[in-house]
């Protein structure tokens, strides 16, 4: 009884300021704290490596800015659902997405 009033009252002072905390940023901001320049750059890293070591790829590149528009697909990807993977590049109306067709290429391997 008394020790859940205690972790009630403790756990409504972690949300408190926690809430404080987030008013003070925009989402942009709390998304970045997440996805710092560091990890799109371990990103980055990592990608080449795998392209190198697994599929012996020594001339693919990429960037830290097209890990970024990476990014932003998976999670575009991640609600607006097509058929195929394939979908989000096609030229039909109601299945191509422009975002996904002209941010990145369909082919790159």
């Known amino acids: ?5 205690l972790k009630e009252q403790a756990v409504t002072i972690a ?3 926690v809430w404080h905390i987030l008013s003070q940023h925009t989402p942009v901001e709390l998304f970045e704290e ?3 320049p560091e ?3 371990i990103m980055t890293e990592e990608t080449v490596r795998y392209s190198t070591d697994a599929r012996s790829d020594h ?7 097209e890990m970024k528009v990476f ?3 998976l999670i575009l990807t991640g609600y607006h659902r097509v058929p195929s993977e394939t979908d989000y590049w096609s030229d039909a109306d109601d299945l191509a997405v422009p975002i996904v067709k002209n941010a990145i290429s369909g082919s790159r391997n």
């Open 34 to 36: 997440f996805f710092s």
């Open 59 to 65: 001339e693919f590149q990429t960037s830290a800015e």
């Open 39 to 41: 990890v799109y750059d």
């Open 1 to 5: 009884p008394r020790t859940n009033a």
């Open 71 to 73: 990014l932003g697909i």
């Open 15 to 17: 949300k408190n300021n």
